[in-house]
């Protein structure tokens, strides 16, 4: 809208230089008419160009304005997009976790069982020792009793023999000794079968207790044996009944983590065409921007030409009518225009104009300067202004003091101080593990903590890189590594690796110190005045605000 009412005045203010010169060349001869011809043509010209550039920089300042907004459009759908991403990316880390969850307990039930079966095991194996130890037991009372029946036997013929042995010395001896002998005998005879019978009894009895003691243990190991193996195949059977419905639950959740990769992907290529196309469009709208602005550099450069264009013929206007009032003058001619004309002249706007320097434009000449007309003088007239300047500016320095100290091969190098980056290098010849490391910064009173993953780890001689989410350095490991954080940054900030066992390997300290500083000079300058300048007339003004449109 400035640059409409600049082109506006610039407008009228030709409008009223036209009428002002036609009201001046009515009283001048015909030799003065083909002159004020070209100027009304010049002005013709300079208002339509002055049109043109403005229509051109109004549609294309509206051009921009649309594109800006459609690129702020793709700006807010690729956060809505990156939005659903992260809620997708934590559902599929949910889903993870339930899914380690799961497996954990699966493991869990799997040891459980195979603790259940080592404890059937050996109960059966027990089972088989006591019904071992019941054969034996049955074995030896077999042998026992068969011992016994052999012992009988052995004493039935010794009683045999006996018999047969007294009965012949009884046939030998008088009748009184056999019948003493006899019962002699007889009475020995049963104190041995009492003796033997006692005996035979009492081992009998304690067998059969024996026997009946171990068989009720042997029975009571059994029941219990049974009962231990029941509740074993019950708990085997939940078992087997849990690890069906884990089963199942884990093949739904690896369904769904498998729908959830598919729509992962999906977005992700989503997101890709959208970065694409959005840094296509948004490229194209620069290069449209700045074909623009070199269309409107273009556009003022040929602004600037027909500005030096008018002022020359401006002052080849007043320098004609500086002859023709000074032939009125000789001739005693007076001017139709009314007195006061020979001394100066007044413009539509209100502004007095010189007749020995000055320009139909409008613009004023400080009094402080010469005026020149070239063509009458031939020369121009130049006063130097002498100007004190006086510079001061107060630097202020920023110096780090760097404290770094290691226990091992494993060191701190570097330590980014806009917090981009953390660099650790290896300066012994073997690998080291970093698995369950953890590097810290502690920036202020901010902490923030990285744990390096399973399998990381770093070669002899090499180096490895922490990056910050915003450095936009891609994840490569073993030497690219990118966390989901920025790094804190302060005037002092700590860097400390720590390994497994929570033990500090190296630090990095890193210390900023400010130094203020104040330099004053003072500079003067000449600066050359020429005979006219161009003052806050509508030309200067124009191209002020083109400047300020484009820049």
């Known amino acids: 809208m400035e640059v409409i009412r600049t082109a506006t005045m610039t407008g009228t203010t030709c409008k009223h230089k036209r009428s002002g010169s036609s009201s001046s060349s009515g009283s001048s001869s015909s030799a003065s008419s083909r002159h004020e011809n070209s100027p ?54 949910q889903a993870l976790a339930d899914r380690k969850k799961f497996e954990d307990q699966v493991k869990e039930l799997t040891l459980e069982n195979d603790r259940l079966r080592r404890q059937l095991d050996d109960l059966r194996k ?157 490229a194209s709208l620069e290069a449209e921007l700045q074909r623009m602005r070199d269309e ?64 139909r434009s409008g613009r004023v000449t400080p009094s402080n300067r010469r005026s020149a007309t070239p063509g009458i003088s031939g020369s121009t007239a130049v006063k130097r202004r002498r100007t004190v300047i006086d510079e001061s500016e107060d630097r202020t320095l920023s110096e780090y003091s760097v404290n770094a100290g290691a226990k091992g091969d494993l060191e701190i190098i570097e330590a980014d101080v806009e917090g981009r980056f953390i660099k650790l290098h290896n300066k012994g010849t073997e690998e080291i593990s970093l698995t369950g490391w953890q590097l810290t910064r502690i920036a202020g009173d901010e902490e923030l903590a990285f744990k390096f993953s399973r399998g990381s780890k770093v070669l002899g001689g090499a180096s490895v890189t922490i990056w910050s989410v915003d450095a936009g350095t891609a994840h490569d490991p073993p030497n690219n590594l990118v966390m989901k954080k920025k790094w804190p940054v302060a005037n002092s900030m700590r860097s400390v690796l720590a390994n497994a066992d929570k033990e500090d390997v190296t630090s990095y300290d890193r210390v900023r110190a400010n130094v203020s500083s104040h330099v004053s000079r003072h500079r003067s300058s000449g600066t050359p005045s020429t005979g006219f300048t161009l003052g806050s007339g509508a030309g200067s003004t124009g191209v002020r605000s083109l400047f300020s449109l484009l820049f």
């Open 40 to 93: 009304s043509l010049s002005a013709q010209t300079e208002n339509t160009s002055n049109l043109i550039a403005t229509t051109k920089a109004f549609g294309g300042q509206n051009e921009i304005e649309k594109k800006t907004k459609e690129a702020n459009v793709a700006e807010n759908n690729a956060r809505l997009y990156e939005s659903r991403y992260n809620e997708v990316n934590g559902k599929y880390n």
């Open 296 to 359: 409107m550099a273009h556009q003022l450069q040929e602004y600037q030409d027909l500005m030096d264009i008018k002022v020359s013929l401006d002052l080849e206007i007043a320098a004609y009518d500086k002859l023709l009032c000074g032939e009125e003058r000789r001739l005693n001619i007076e001017s139709p225009g009314g007195p006061g004309t020979d001394s100066g002249i007044s413009s539509s706007n209100g502004t007095h104009l010189s007749a020995s320097g000055g320009s």
């Open 126 to 282: 027990q089972l088989e020792a006591e019904t071992l130890a019941r054969v034996d037991l049955e074995n030896q009372n077999q042998s026992l009793r068969e011992e016994l029946a052999f012992k009988d036997q052995v004493h039935s013929q010794e009683l045999t023999e006996t018999r047969s042995r007294r009965q012949i010395e009884i046939s030998e001896i008088d009748g009184r000794l056999s019948r003493q002998y006899e019962a002699k005998l007889q009475q020995s005879l049963q104190e041995l079968r009492d003796q033997y019978e006692s005996q035979m009894r009492v081992n009998r009895e304690e067998i059969e207790q024996l026997y009946d003691n171990e068989i009720q243990n042997l029975k009571a190991a059994v029941s219990r044996a049974a009962q231990g193996s029941a509740h074993a195949t019950e708990e085997v059977r939940l078992m087997r009944t849990k690890i069906d419905g884990l089963n199942g639950k884990l093949q739904d959740l690896e369904t769904t983590n498998s729908g959830l990769n598919a729509c992962i992907r999906e977005l992700e290529n989503l997101l890709d065409t959208e970065k694409q196309s959005h840094n296509q469009y948004i």
